[in-house]
């Protein structure tokens, strides 16, 4: 793993074997960043990564200037893992110990970006429950982005608030945004 871009261009990350991950290829990464380089400014951000695992995504955030990243993952070698190279980076990421969905059950709180990439093997439903609860919850800010990384196979166009896919080898990121009002934008262009 390296970063991309950003204050840490082209810094290594080495995660130590044991961890239960699967980290999003450094191609698909390029790409997803690509991507979100023409939606956002990545100074004074606040990120959510849900099933953050070796926190590969966050210090891509961090390199480009986001200071305010929250990582989710339910292992603790993955928790102690972020701590630990955020540290050695000097990142404002913090780390936390949780089941994703109980977190997003009792979490209060908006971001700017919530990206998620749970492992690919869990039911579409679990899929689509992710995406419902950050709505329903009301966690992404208006101007916001959600981004779930899944593999081909599973579908999630059909989602409420679904806005774009990209492809990228096997793997997918599918983009969710809220609805911007048509009549809202033609009372402030007057």
């Given at each position: ?42 100074s ?74 749970p ?60 609805e ?9 262009e007057?």
């Amino acid at each position: 793993m390296r970063i991309i871009s950003g204050k840490y261009k082209g810094r290594r990350i080495t995660a130590p074997k044991n961890l239960p991950v699967r980290p999003t290829t450094d191609m698909s990464k390029e790409a997803l960043f690509n991507v979100l380089n023409n939606h956002f400014n990545f100074s004074g951000l606040k990120v959510l990564d849900l099933f953050a695992g070796t926190g590969n995504i966050s210090y891509e955030f961090g390199s480009r200037g986001c200071d305010n990243i929250t990582c989710i993952d339910g292992d603790m070698g993955c928790v102690n893992f972020i701590k630990k190279t955020a540290k050695e980076f000097d990142l404002n990421i913090t780390a936390i110990k949780s089941d994703v969905f109980k977190f997003l059950e009792k979490h209060k709180g908006s971001y700017d970006i919530i990206f998620a990439d749970p492992p690919y093997g869990i039911a579409q439903k679990e899929f689509e429950k992710l995406i419902e609860m950050v709505f329903e919850n009301e966690l992404l800010d208006e101007e916001g982005m959600m981004i779930m990384e899944h593999s081909k196979h599973t579908k999630l166009d059909h989602m409420m608030h679904f806005s774009f896919q990209k492809n990228y080898g096997g793997s997918v990121f599918s983009f969710y945004e809220f609805e911007v009002d048509d009549e809202e934008d033609e009372s402030e262009e007057e």
